[in-house]
C-alpha cells in the first residue's frame, strides 16, 4: 500500500487540534480526565457515583500487547506508510484494561458506542469533548471481564489490538472532519487486522466473529477495486473511485446498499447483501472465480 510520496503527509497525519498521549502515565491521565471533564461528568456519574468511579479507576491498568506476544505493528507493516510506522513508533497505542461498569459508562461518552464489544477505540465524540477540547486519542479501551477471557488466545489478541490500532491510525491519517461510513469502517478494519495477522505468518486466522457481514464486504471490495486503492481510501476517506466503481459493476446504487447500516434481524437485508457482493465479484472475473465466491461468501 502506498500514499503518494512528496506530498507532505504531515498535515494529514497529525491534524491540527489532534493531541496523541506519549507515555503510559499521560493515557491513564487522560482517562481520569475523560471521567472528570465536566461534559462527561454528567453522563459518566450519571449511573455510578463519585466513590464507585475511584473504586473502578483505581482497577484501570494498561498492557504491552508485545509481553503477550502480539505485535502490532508487523501486523499493520505491509499497509503502512513510512509516516504512519513513525506515528506508530512515537505516539503508540495504550490499551487501558477498563473495568466492566466504567467501561460502559465511558461508552456513552464515546461516539458509536457499542458497549457489549470487546474493545473500543477512544474516538472522543465531536459534539462532546471534541468540540470542547478538539482533539481524539491514541487510547483503546478494553473490557476487563471479556480481557480476561482472551488474553492467553494469542490469535483473538492479534486480530483485536491490530484492529483497534486500525481505528487509532486510520483516524490520525484522515483529514479533519472526514468521515467513513461505520459499515465500511469496521468491515475494512476487520479485513486488514486479518489480512495483516495472515502476511505476518499467521497460519491460523479467524474472524474474531466481530462485523461478519462487513469483512467479507470488504473483501469484496478489495477483489472489486484492488487492495491498493482499497488501502488509500481507507486512510484518506475519499472513496469516491471506489464507488464509482461499484455502482459502475453493480448498477447504480449499490454503493449506497452495502454501506447502509446493517439491520443484523432482517435476513433480506443479509440476503440482498450477498446477492449484491456475489454479482460484484462474479463481474471480476479475472480476479475470482464464482466458486471461490460462493466458498468465501456462503451459499
Ligand atoms: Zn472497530
Not at 62 to 82: C, E, M, Q, Y
Not at 107 to 117: D, H, I, L, P, V
Not at 167 to 172: L, P, T
Not at 219 to 230: H, M, Q
Request: hydrophobic fraction near 35%; charge should be neutral.
Amino acid at each position: 500500500m502506498v500514499l503518494e510520496k512528496g506530498v507532505d503527509q504531515k498535515a494529514t497525519i497529525f491534524p491540527p487540534g489532534w493531541k496523541f498521549i506519549a507515555n503510559e502515565k499521560d493515557a491513564q491521565k487522560f482517562l481520569s480526565d475523560l471521567v472528570d471533564s465536566p461534559t462527561d461528568l454528567f453522563r459518566v456519574r450519571s449511573s455510578l457515583s463519585a466513590s464507585d468511579l475511584n473504586k473502578l479507576m483505581s482497577r484501570c491498568y494498561s498492557i504491552d500487547p508485545k509481553k503477550s506476544g502480539v505485535d502490532v505493528n508487523s501486523v499493520l507493516a505491509p499497509f503502512l506508510s513510512n509516516r504512519q510506522k513513525d506515528l506508530l513508533k512515537t505516539f503508540p497505542p495504550y490499551f487501558i484494561i477498563v473495568p466492566k461498569e466504567l467501561y460502559e459508562s465511558l461508552g456513552k461518552a464515546t461516539k458509536g458506542s457499542n458497549t457489549g464489544a470487546l474493545a473500543t477505540y477512544n474516538d472522543v465524540h465531536p459534539d462532546l469533548i471534541g468540540l470542547m477540547l478538539g482533539f481524539k486519542s491514541n487510547v483503546v479501551f478494553l473490557r476487563e471481564d471479556y480481557f480476561q477471557e482472551f488474553r492467553f488466545n494469542p490469535n483473538t489478541m492479534r486480530t483485536l489490538l491490530s484492529h483497534e490500532s486500525l481505528h487509532y491510525i486510520s483516524e490520525a491519517s484522515r483529514p479533519g472532519g472526514v468521515e467513513v461510513p461505520h459499515f465500511i469502517n469496521e468491515g475494512i478494519t476487520e479485513y486488514l487486522a486479518l489480512l495483516g495477522s495472515l502476511r505476518s505468518g499467521e497460519s491460523i486466522v479467524k474472524n474474531s466473529g466481530i462485523y461478519p457481514i462487513e469483512t467479507m464486504t470488504a473483501y469484496v471490495l478489495s477483489k472489486v477495486a484492488g487492495e491498493d486503492e482499497l488501502t488509500k481510501a481507507y486512510f484518506s476517506g475519499d472513496f469516491s473511485r471506489i464507488r464509482a466503481t461499484v455502482d459502475r459493476l453493480g448498477g447504480f446504487g449499490s454503493w449506497e446498499t452495502l454501506t447502509a447500516p446493517i439491520d443484523y434481524k432482517n435476513t433480506n437485508d443479509t440476503k440482498e447483501r450477498r446477492a449484491l457482493l456475489r454479482s460484484l465479484l462474479a463481474k471480476k472475473s479475472d480476479f475470482t472465480t464464482l466458486a471461490e465466491a460462493a466458498s468465501i461468501l456462503g451459499k
